[in-house]
């Protein structure tokens, strides 16, 4: 029996930064593939591949209306980047019946661990004290400055809940947090997340996570004013897209002393090396890393051969993230923004 036909052009990504050697041979035993290798493929080759392929894999998909039209095998195109872009015609994918999906949950496991790390250091002044121990400035056994604060018991507001905030809700539950929740997409919590307005949660958190999927709506949704409403010492920690906040409003507050500001990510990446931000007071930097560990993209390629086997079985399930006709365009427009912004591409 012939194999399905998966072509695989993931780079930027290099294949073993999203498979282990055991879902790497799973889809070798599932599917035919070509491509894989560790430098783009040419597009003449992927052209005359897609006609007769089952599944598309890429960092950015491109095929326009015809190449959708003819590709009467394909299943589902993934894209490996970490979020739909432009180059695909998604219409022509939702007519014909194609799924399009993306990776982006697949970073939730090493972007939460990176957000408890965040916490745990913003909470405790790991890296304050830290600094302040190289220059002969420590405190040492003072907690009266309030500053510090303990998780246990602790308020913590999430914007979005969406696959990375639950996974950092679930690495939070030890230390019983009360957690609330602004996602108005989100039509029904668990139990134990209250749904709250955006300023109402702001006011009441110690901290306050930024994970919300960058949208067209969502853009600067944590503004200045929104910022000076926060909890006076709360920490805000960004882990999603600096698209979503206002970034030097933040960095004001943090200079002020008012908040601490944890950030994976920026508004231009990489950050120039004279930007004043650099010396900022009350600020955990992070450069874009959160998923920058060993075996930290694996779970992408755990959820690309679970999806394909669903799709073969004909079983409904999907692991990665499914693209939605009302959602997409918004979605695509905020990477158009973030890419005018001079954020580098990927997690």
């Known amino acids: 029996m012939t194999k399905p036909l998966l072509v695989l052009d993931q780079h930027f990504r290099r294949v073993e930064e999203l498979f282990s050697p055991a879902a790497y041979a799973r889809l070798n035993a599932l599917c035919h ?26 960092a950015k998909p491109a095929l326009d209306g015809a190449a959708i039209d003819g590709a009467n095998n394909l299943k589902a195109i993934i894209e490996v980047a970490g979020a739909f872009q432009d180059g695909l015609d998604y219409a022509a994918c939702f007519d014909k019946g194609v799924e399009v999906l ?130 006076r010492r709360a920490l805000l920690v960004l882990l999603s897209r600096a698209h979503c906040i206002d970034f030097d409003a933040a960095l004001a507050a943090a200079r002020k002393g008012e908040i601490t500001f944890a950030t994976d990510v920026f508004p231009e990446e990489p950050v120039d090396s004279r930007d004043p931000m650099r010396a900022a007071p009350n600020v955990i930097y992070s450069p874009h890393r959160a998923a920058a560990v060993e075996s930290g993209r694996h779970l992408i390629g755990q959820m690309i051969v679970a999806d394909i086997e669903a799709i073969l079985a004909g079983r409904p399930e999907r692991r990665l993230q499914k693209a939605d006709r009302s959602r997409v365009a918004s979605l695509i427009d905020a990477q158009r923004s973030i890419r005018k912004a001079g954020t580098l591409a990927g997690t």
């Open 102 to 231: 993306s990776c982006s949950p697949g970073f939730r496991e090493s972007v939460a661990e990176m957000g408890l790390a965040m916490i745990l250091a913003g909470g405790r002044g790991l890296v304050q004290e830290h600094e302040a121990f190289r220059s002969g400035n420590e405190h040492w056994l003072k907690d009266w400055d309030g500053r510090d604060f303990t998780l246990y018991g602790q308020e913590i507001g999430f914007l979005g809940y969406g696959q990375i905030s639950r996974e950092l809700h679930r690495l939070l539950a030890p230390f019983s947090p009360k957690v609330s929740a602004f996602d108005p997409w989100l039509k029904d919590a668990p139990e134990d997340v209250a749904l709250r307005d955006l300023d109402t949660l702001l006011k009441r958190c110690r901290v306050v996570v930024v994970a919300a999927v960058p949208t067209a709506e969502n853009a600067g949704l944590l503004s200045a004013a929104r910022i000076a409403r926060m909890r």
């Open 33 to 58: 593939v070509e491509g894989g290798q560790n430098w783009a493929m040419d597009p003449a080759r992927v052209e005359s591949l897609i006609g007769g392929a089952d599944f598309y894999v890429a």
